[in-house]
Structures are given as structure tokens and as C-alpha cells.
DNA sequence: ACCGGGCTTCCCGTTCAACGGGAAGCGATC
DNA sequence: GATCGCTTCCCGTTGAACGGGAAGCCCGGT
């Protein structure tokens, strides 16, 4: 960033702000920001101060800082995560209204499975996933069924790279994966009890756009005991009609 | 800004190329955005590289750019719009699914109506309000509600600015508002029949923090001449299940 | 009333990141 | 092969950004 001496961007240092937020942390102050981003304090207050002048930021009645929705509105019209959820929230509802269960949309994005979009059913069980939240590609239906049809570099990467278990049961050993990938790319699902958690089986099935490349992973939470079948055939037929509401809407 | 002769700062440039971007801009290229946001065009290049370099921005195949999922992920997780639609979401698809007509969550932003979001339904007519998007607070159903629920000063300024018509019968004389402001106070909702379009009726209501401040209008768009009790029923009833369900999630 | 701790604001000299004009490189399309 | 637009590189100038320090402010504790 301009005159620092530490030599970064000011955009990269926007960055950091924006990151010191998240789910649990919805409102700090700016010498919280400071702390959390790495920042001098003069430094956090101005650039916060900044960010609030441009309604990026915005102040609580106590002083205090939270995300602006003038950021929200910035990120999320012309963004390509809201184009692929209004594609895909009908037939979302749909499987929703079937299958009784939480249903998921997810995206790659930096070797990471990031969820777009997430419907729950008042009665359905514990679910760790959120929109905008992120979970390992391996430690997830979605995330495996991303990781299947991404390109083999990532394999690669992903399957070399520590491979964290997010439960007992997480398949960490990457030959068990590759054949677990195989299977997705043969069957065009992949079922994984457990993997999540352990009273849990995530369902997962590929979106296209059109008839070509994957975009996205459609994915239900069930009991772990529950009958899949049903599911599966819900989310292809979701995942069908998503493809061409997507290929549809930019003729 | 930096060093820059027209004296602006670093971060309303940003914000000045996030503007760029809107529903039907999705992708431009960098020249294109320096035109649009009034960059030299060696500056233009310089700023989206940057962003591009922080995840912000993302560039296609064709080296042309757009909005970055990062940016999305950071704008929602832990903004207030993602609070508020979460817990507003599952009352919308109840409303959704005995009204079967589009419905409508919106916040006061800026001394307009910014849309949070929108279900529609399959068989429901035309409706031109888009999450993300804005209307004037006077010629939208939701408008008026959160104009009627907003301060005194925010009264005043919106009914003696100009007031657009957005179709022939929007009401744009302010004594006519006042008496309609006035009205959904009294009766917390109102019917806006070719408010904003003339073929169709706006029906809108309150959301309430608990039992208090009055933060959003939750609205349908009906068949102008379809009657509205059912419509109204179901928005008052989903009104108070939002705002419990926001009072309930941050205790 | 007094004190202490944390947040915030103001001040100010230093410095280097940002700036943007210009020109050359690279594809397209006509 | 000439034109047009996007992009990249270069480079001298400059003032915005930086951050240490100190003072102001508002708490809650004693």
C-alpha cells in the first residue's frame, strides 16, 4: 500500500478489513479491526473511516462498525453467484419440498467448496454448512463432486496437499478418493455417509452449464440411515432443469 | 486518492469500478470500465489488476473481467442483508407457496428501496424488481411502507425532492402521500394498485425488530384486480414470524 | 471522587506507492 | 496491410497514505 513499510496494496489491506468480519462477528470496532487485521491502530480507524465515508462500512448507533448493504448490493447485482442461485432457487425449492431436508448449492473457488445458496426444512437435522461459508473438497458431498469434474491440476494439488478429517469417517487416503472420484464421474452422484458428520450422508450431484462444463454441486443432507433414492433422483432432475435455466437466461 | 490530480481517495475508486458492474453489465473489459468510471485508462488497468490480484475481480477466458466470488463471499458472510434473508426466507416460501405471486423482502437504503429478496413464482406475471435492485421509496408498495416507518427528516426530504412517476396513477403528490403514509400506520399495510406498473397490485407490509423499529417491507405483486385479503393475511402473518425469528437469533 | 483502561481523534514529518502520459505490442476486423 | 481497440510496459513526478505519539473521552471499578 502507498508509503507503507510494510509494502502492501491498500487494496489488499480493504481486504483484510472485509475479512475481519464473518458470521459470528457481524459488528467491531475499528481498533478490533485493527488487532484482527494487523493494522496500526491510526492506520484502522482512517481506513475505516474511509470505507464508511463510501458506504462500503457503516456505523451502529454505538460507534461501533458493521458491513455496509451498499457492499451487499455492489457484490451481488452483476455477480455470477446471484445469477446461479435465481437460476437455481426454484428447482431448489422443489427438491426442498420433497426431500424434507437441507439442500445445498456450492461453487469451486480456491480449491475450496464455497456454498452460494442453502434452503433448510424446519424439521431437518444439524447442518455446519452456510451461505458464504466453506468446507474442505474432500470433506464434503458437494466438495467431491467439484473436486471430480474439476481440472486434474486440482486433483492433484488437493490430493497431495494435508487432507484434514472433518469426522472419524472423512476419507483422508488419497487412492480411496481417486476411486471415490472415478465412481462420481461413472455415476453421476456420489452418496457419503458421514463424512460431514457422523449422524449425517451428504448426497451430491454435478450442475452443468448447458450440456458442457460443471459449475456447481447440488447436494442434500439425510439422516444418516435414511433411504437415498428419492434423493438422488430429485437433485438429477433439479440439477437437469438448473442447467437449462442457466444456458436459457444468456441466449 | 493517492497522488491523484482530481484528488480523489483510493477506495471510492474501487467502489467506482465495483459500480461499473450491475445486472446487465455482468462482464466488460478493462478499458470499459475505465471509460465508465471516469479513469485515465493506464489507471483503469492498474486498479482492476489489482483487484483481480485480491480475488475482487476475476477475469474470463477472454481476459475480459467480473465480479469475483471472493467479493460475494466477503460482502454476505456476516452482513445484516444475509441475517435478515435467512430468517426471512422459509415465512417468503410460506407466503410464496399460498399466494403464488412474487414476494418481496426490502430494506431502506439510502433513501431508496433496496431489494433483498425475491422469490417468484413459475406462473406469475411480470415484475421488475430484482435482488439487489432499487426503487424510488414513493412508487413501490415496500417503498411506502418503509418510508411511512422511517424518520420525520427522511419524510420530508423524499416528498419534497422530485418524485418520479413510474407509471401514469404512481402517486407523486406529497399531500396525497402523507394521507397514505399516514394510512399504513394506522393500518400496517398497504395496496398499491399501478403504483410501479399498471398492470399489477403491490401489497406490502412491515417487519418489525421484535416488537420495535421497523426494519424491512415484506411485499407480493398481484394481478391488479386479483383481491387482496388472502395476500394480506399471509404478509401479516409472515411479518410477525420474521420478526420473531430475527429477535430469536441474536439473543 | 478518583483512577485506570480501552477506544478514538488529532497532529505532523517522512516517504514511497500511486499516478498517468506516452509509446509500443498484439489481435482482431474490414 | 491498414485501421482500430485493448493491453502492457516504461518512467519521472508528487502528494496521499502512513503511523508514532499524545491528548481527549467515556466507561466501569474502587
Redesign the interface.
Same mark, same amino acid.
Given at each position: 500500500m502507498?508509503n507503507s513499510p510494510s509494502g502492501e496494496?491498500?487494496?489488499?489491506r480493504?481486504?483484510r478489513v472485509?475479512?475481519t468480519?464473518?458470521?459470528d462477528?457481524?459488528v467491531q470496532t475499528a481498533s478490533e479491526i485493527g488487532r484482527r487485521a494487523e493494522l496500526p491502530s491510526s492506520t484502522a480507524h482512517r481506513?475505516v473511516a474511509?470505507?464508511v465515508?463510501?458506504?462500503?462500512l457503516e456505523r451502529d448507533e454505538e460507534h461501533r462498525v458493521?458491513?455496509g448493504?451498499?457492499?451487499?448490493?455492489? /457484490? @451481488? %447485482?452483476?455477480?455470477? /453467484? @446471484? %445469477?446461479l442461485r435465481?437460476a437455481a432457487?426454484?428447482f431448489m425449492?422443489r427438491v426442498q419440498a420433497r426431500v424434507r431436508e437441507h439442500t445445498q448449492l456450492a461453487?469451486l473457488?480456491?480449491d475450496e467448496t464455497?456454498f452460494v445458496e442453502r434452503?433448510?426444512h424446519?424439521q431437518a437435522g444439524a447442518n455446519i454448512t452456510?451461505?458464504?461459508?466453506?468446507l474442505p473438497l474432500h470433506a464434503s458431498s458437494s466438495g467431491l463432486v467439484l473436486l471430480a469434474h474439476g481440472p486434474r491440476e486440482l486433483q492433484d494439488r488437493v490430493l497431495a496437499g494435508p487432507l484434514a478429517a472433518a469426522s472419524p469417517e472423512t476419507v483422508t487416503d488419497p487412492v480411496r478418493l481417486r476411486r471415490i472420484l472415478a465412481g462420481i464421474r461413472r455415476e453421476g452422484v456420489v452418496v457419503a455417509p458421514g463424512t460431514v458428520e457422523a449422524v449425517s450422508t451428504g448426497v451430491a450431484v454435478p450442475v452443468r452449464e448447458g450440456r458442457g462444463r460443471v459449475i456447481a454441486a447440488l447436494s442434500v443432507v439425510l439422516p444418516r440411515e435414511a433411504p437415498t433414492r428419492v434423493a438422488v433422483d430429485e437433485l438429477r432432475t433439479a440439477a437437469a432443469g438448473i442447467s437449462a435455466a442457466v444456458g436459457a437466461h444468456r441466449p
Amino acid at each position: 500500500m502507498a508509503n507503507s513499510p510494510s509494502g502492501e496494496a491498500v487494496t489488499e489491506r480493504i481486504v483484510r478489513v472485509l475479512e475481519t468480519f464473518d458470521t459470528d462477528r457481524t459488528v467491531q470496532t475499528a481498533s478490533e479491526i485493527g488487532r484482527r487485521a494487523e493494522l496500526p491502530s491510526s492506520t484502522a480507524h482512517r481506513i475505516v473511516a474511509d470505507l464508511v465515508e463510501c458506504g462500503l462500512l457503516e456505523r451502529d448507533e454505538e460507534h461501533r462498525v458493521r458491513l455496509g448493504m451498499r457492499l451487499w448490493e455492489l /457484490a @451481488l %447485482r452483476g455477480s455470477h /453467484a @446471484l %445469477r446461479l442461485r435465481q437460476a437455481a432457487l426454484p428447482f431448489m425449492e422443489r427438491v426442498q419440498a420433497r426431500v424434507r431436508e437441507h439442500t445445498q448449492l456450492a461453487v469451486l473457488e480456491n480449491d475450496e467448496t464455497l456454498f452460494v445458496e442453502r434452503l433448510s426444512h424446519p424439521q431437518a437435522g444439524a447442518n455446519i454448512t452456510r451461505v458464504a461459508g466453506r468446507l474442505p473438497l474432500h470433506a464434503s458431498s458437494s466438495g467431491l463432486v467439484l473436486l471430480a469434474h474439476g481440472p486434474r491440476e486440482l486433483q492433484d494439488r488437493v490430493l497431495a496437499g494435508p487432507l484434514a478429517a472433518a469426522s472419524p469417517e472423512t476419507v483422508t487416503d488419497p487412492v480411496r478418493l481417486r476411486r471415490i472420484l472415478a465412481g462420481i464421474r461413472r455415476e453421476g452422484v456420489v452418496v457419503a455417509p458421514g463424512t460431514v458428520e457422523a449422524v449425517s450422508t451428504g448426497v451430491a450431484v454435478p450442475v452443468r452449464e448447458g450440456r458442457g462444463r460443471v459449475i456447481a454441486a447440488l447436494s442434500v443432507v439425510l439422516p444418516r440411515e435414511a433411504p437415498t433414492r428419492v434423493a438422488v433422483d430429485e437433485l438429477r432432475t433439479a440439477a437437469a432443469g438448473i442447467s437449462a435455466a442457466v444456458g436459457a437466461h444468456r441466449p
